[in-house]
């Protein structure tokens, strides 16, 4: 766990983890900004096609055949 400390005097404000967080420190009441420096990003989401750029579907079909 990572600790998250006043950037004045030093006291221990929190213990772990924070994307995002400001806290006013109760000692000498220094208002504490502590933000990621490169927050995980989001996983890339699923198609919502059901055919690949090829044109074939998730199960390698090849799309129908029109006109033959």
Do not use: F, Y
Request: with cysteine; aromatic share 2%.
């Amino acid at each position: 766990m990572e600790e998250i400390r006043c950037g004045s005097c030093a006291k221990l404000l929190a213990r772990g983890t924070a994307e995002l967080l400001e806290i006013k420190c109760p000692r000498c009441g220094t208002l504490n900004h502590v933000r990621v420096a490169n927050p995980p990003s989001e996983r890339p989401r699923a198609s919502d096609s059901t055919r690949d750029v090829h044109g074939q579907d998730r199960w390698g079909t090849p799309p129908p055949q029109l006109g033959r």
